[in-house]
């Protein structure tokens, strides 16, 4: 079983919103630093956001006021709620634990900004 399986992408028009989560197993995210990443085709896989176990919070500045990361320690589960979502938010979306040596990615998921 994977440690990490995002889910929640999809295809929504211009001005929308997507919830994304991030299931968690074997692996405690109150613990880790969780964030999510993404990476648009001819694109290098860019940092949208994180939260570390401190519940210390930060944002890519093309996303701030826009997209909020949370993370539900009772579920063991990440989230990003993305509003207001522009074209160029189009990629596929990866959740990533990071702690000390261990780390690890989900498979990811697409999301599709088009109208």
């Known amino acids: 079983q994977l440690p990490l399986v995002e889910s929640g992408g999809g295809l929504v028009q211009p001005g929308g919103s997507l919830r994304l989560t991030c299931a968690a197993s074997g692996i405690i995210v109150s613990i880790y630093r969780m964030s999510w990443y993404r990476q648009a085709p001819g694109q290098q896989r860019e940092l949208v956001a994180s939260?570390?176990?401190?519940?210390?919070?930060t944002y890519a500045d093309s996303v701030k006021g826009r997209f909020t990361i949370s993370r539900d320690d009772r579920k063991n589960t990440l989230y990003l709620q993305m509003n207001s979502l522009k074209p160029e938010d189009t990629a596929v979306y990866y959740c990533?634990?990071?702690?000390?040596?261990?780390?690890?990615w989900g498979q990811g998921t697409q999301v599709t900004v088009s109208s």
């Open positions: 939260v570390t176990k401190e519940d210390a919070i």
């Open positions: 990533n634990a990071l702690r000390t040596t261990h780390d690890y």
